[in-house]
């Protein structure tokens, strides 16, 4: 049993910044624009979370709530296949990695509330070692229902997340997507990496937005913060709120090998 509480991103940088990975019972959120490599992280997070020990793994299942149908498994298979060779080319060690990832497709906010009292179960046989939420906020704005768009907090759902992390010790993460008018506008106001000159405004502007989607509790129930922007073409992951780590950037890639550092 691992006595340090975190999964390695295998983003060596990043694993150093966060001193080994994404820590064990807090939430991390990742937050970012369309296309950046939200749903790309939480598969690489997924596959490394089920991977044996020697391979840096946590040898553990998954759940993984994929909210708007983004989650592939020809993509895991994929990213499997070209990082960790030895395993994803046997079929039968394929398979049992993929089926240890457990994907809920909810349709509506009510069934990701029943989902939650599923998952709390499932947390109490103790072989899920990651949670995912791809994503939380479009959970609220509902837009993955049909129908009108919806406007809700999710103050309740927000501590039952949080007391789930907490009571299994399992590293849960979550997606946001940030909007924005066009992509040069969010990275412009939003995050100025490079200089790490983000003024006061900028900071509540960015607060305000998740605020206004996810109720106040979110932006205190979120641990750490990874921010990954666009900028001049070069993606970046930036630890925008930690309590441990500086506010540093890391330039990324995303290759057919998944997310790279
Ligand atoms: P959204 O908010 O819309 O869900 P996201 O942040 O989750 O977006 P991802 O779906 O993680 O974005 O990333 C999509 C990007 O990943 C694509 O734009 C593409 O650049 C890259 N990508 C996906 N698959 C591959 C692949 N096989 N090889 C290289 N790059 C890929
Ligand atoms: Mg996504």
């Known amino acids: 049993e691992h006595l340090a509480g975190h999964l390695p991103t295998h983003m060596k940088g990043l694993d150093e910044a966060l001193c080994g990975g994404i820590p064990f019972g807090v939430l991390t959120e990742l937050v970012g624009p369309a296309g950046i ?3 790309q992280f939480c598969l690489k997070l997924s596959l490394l979370a089920s991977l044996p020990a020697n391979y ?8 993984y709530i994929d909210v708007e149908s983004k989650f ?6 994929e990213i499997g296949v070209k990082s960790f060779p030895e395993i994803f080319h046997r079929k039968e060690m394929a398979q049992e990695m993929a089926g240890r990832i ?3 497709r909810p349709a509506s906010l009510s069934e990701f509330t ?3 009292q599923q998952i709390k179960v499932s947390l109490l ?10 994503s939380m906020a479009a959970l609220v704005t509902g837009e993955f229902e049909h129908g009108a768009p919806r406007q809700k907090t999710l103050g309740w759902h927000v501590s039952f997340i949080k007391s789930l992390a907490e009571f299994s010790r399992i590293p849960v993460v979550v997606t946001n997507q940030v909007r924005s008018q066009s992509r040069d506008e969010t990275c412009h106001y939003f995050f100025q990496v490079q200089s790490w000159n ?3 405004e900028d900071r509540t502007r960015h607060d305000s937005h998740l605020v206004a989607a996810l109720g106040i509790n979110w932006a205190h129930a979120v641990t750490i913060r990874l921010v990954l922007e666009a900028k001049s073409g070069q993606r970046f992951i930036k630890v925008a709120k930690s309590p441990i780590a500086p506010p540093l950037a890391f330039p990324f890639n995303i290759t057919s090998s998944g997310i790279l550092l």
């Open 114 to 116: 029943e989902s939650l």
């Open 125 to 134: 046989q103790n072989q899920v070692k990651l949670l995912v939420i791809d």
């Open 37 to 39: 490599g939200k749903t």
């Open 102 to 104: 457990h994907v809920l």
């Open 72 to 77: 592939s498994s020809r993509r895991l298979i």
């Open 198 to 200: 983000e003024t006061i």
């Open 56 to 63: 840096g793994g946590l040898d553990g299942h998954v759940i």
